[in-house]
């Protein structure tokens, strides 16, 4: 169930507008640009993040745990970008992955400010999603929300979760505990064995 894979997957999905793929060690400088050129913007959403998401030498260490991570099929970070692959449009993180009989995982996501309101996330998020559940045989992707948050609220309903509940205080983001509304997307054509392509 948790076994260690022998080398990092390769990904990278196609979309009309985008690169979907892995993220990978040679990453650094772009995930740096990323965080550094959307900081103020990200802020209210995410947790707290120190100086080192700025900058491509924090990101060396944190890319070698998350190509680890890739490796024992624990989670997947994707990065969305445009078709040349020189500029970070936004991310989408499968983490937290569970195999047995739970075969589930959680969706975080962020989108840069320029490339708001472009239904680059949704279309991002089809693909990857479809990865994850052909591919890695994933039945349940769990992503949460805060509730003043309809834009993500929105787009998590057109890509079909269903709202299961909600937690107070449930995660600390931006220095404070937020409520969150709970959802959940099932396969409902999951099969235990995988099939051909």
């Avoid at 040679?26 to 959403?45: S, T, V």
């Avoid at 499968?94 to 959680?106: E, I, W």
């Amino acid at each position: 169930m948790f076994g260690y894979r022998s080398a990092a997957p390769r990904v990278r999905l196609t979309t009309d507008r985008l690169v979907v793929r892995l993220v990978h060690e040679r990453d650094a400088w772009r995930m740096a640009d990323y965080y550094a050129e959307n900081r103020d913007f990200l802020k209210p959403w995410e947790p707290v993040r120190d100086e080192s998401h700025c900058y491509p030498s924090g990101w060396q260490a944190r890319l070698g745990l998350i190509t680890d991570m890739h490796r024992q099929g624990s989670a997947y970070y994707f990065i969305l970008l445009d078709e040349q692959e020189s500029e970070v449009r936004g991310v989408a993180n499968f983490s937290n992955v569970l195999r047995g009989s739970f075969h589930a995982c959680y969706l975080g996501y962020s989108l840069g400010e320029k490339w708001q309101q472009q239904g680059l996330m949704f279309e991002a998020l089809q693909a990857a999603i479809g990865y994850m559940q052909r591919q890695q045989r994933i039945h349940r992707i769990m992503a949460n929300y805060m509730p003043h948050n309809a834009r993500s609220g929105n787009l998590l309903a057109r890509l079909g979760f269903e709202k299961e509940g909600y937690a107070k205080d449930y995660l600390l983001i931006d220095g404070r505990w937020q409520d969150h509304v709970l959802t959940a997307l099932t396969w409902r054509e999951w099969t235990s064995e995988r099939r051909g392509s």
